[in-house]
């Protein structure tokens, strides 16, 4: 099993559309999560950090759950510039002092 | 603010030549460093990661190697590059308690 996993897509929808990632993590230790989002052929950027329960930024929403491992993301009212690969990551806490990536999520928004 | 710097942007190199990629952090003191490796429409594998200068950890056996000669630079390098190490180079740093990272803008690497 992967130590976190995501479907990797694509998500294709209409601009204005809403729509959800989730993501599983195989550590119950894990201690904090994160996205990022990719565009292609660039470097990743932090989208959204979700400490506790989660929290919401404009018209991005990441919810925890851990008693199931899981995290997501919500997008409202999809824009085109939303197109891009989204990145579950974990802060497993094993020592490391690194973060564990998924595989990331591709969303295309179409007009 | 901070920012991280990296170069060269794209490298193509002969099977067996050498390596070295440069990453410098600007605006913070004593951050932890990572080098991350992206293959073709696959994830981040981390590489090596360094908490302090001379103090490096790695986290795959293979042909490379890291330094970190100063506080805010981390080095990447190869002897000799194998067709298996073209990919896209990405460093990053972080110093946050909950280790939020912040990546460079990459280097993409073609072994020919």
């Known amino acids: 099993r992967k130590e976190v996993e995501q479907d990797p897509g694509p998500f294709n929808v209409p601009e204005g559309a809403t729509v959800a990632f989730n993501c599983t993590y195989s550590?119950?230790?894990?201690?904090?999560f994160f996205w990022y989002r990719q565009d292609c052929r660039k470097e990743p950027k932090l989208l959204m950090s979700?400490?506790?329960s989660g929290n919401e930024d404009g018209r991005f929403t990441a919810q925890l759950n851990r008693a199931s491992q899981y995290i997501s993301l919500l997008i409202r009212d999809s824009k085109l510039s939303d197109s891009a690969t989204y990145l579950c990551?974990?802060?497993?806490?094993?020592?490391?002092?690194?973060?564990?990536f998924g595989s990331g999520t591709r969303l295309q928004v179409q007009p | 603010s901070q920012t991280i710097h990296q170069w060269p942007a794209t490298l193509v190199q002969p099977v067996g030549s050498p390596l070295s990629l440069e990453c410098t952090v600007e605006g913070t003191s004593n951050p932890n460093l990572y080098w991350y490796r992206q293959a073709a429409g696959r994830g981040l594998q981390l590489l090596f990661y360094?908490?302090?200068?001379?103090?490096i950890s790695s986290e795959v056996p293979q042909n490379l190697s890291a330094s970190r000669p100063q506080d805010r630079q981390f080095i990447l390098s190869s002897k000799k590059l194998l067709l298996s190490d073209s990919g896209f180079y990405l460093c990053?740093?972080?110093?946050?308690?909950?280790?939020?990272?912040?990546f460079g803008p990459g280097t993409r690497l073609t072994v020919l």
């Open positions: 979700v400490y506790s």
């Open positions: 550590n119950s230790a894990s201690q904090s």
């Open positions: 990551v974990v802060n497993m806490d094993t020592g490391r002092r690194a973060l564990t």
């Open positions: 990053a740093w972080t110093l946050g308690p909950h280790n939020e990272q912040f």
């Open positions: 360094s908490v302090g200068i001379g103090q």
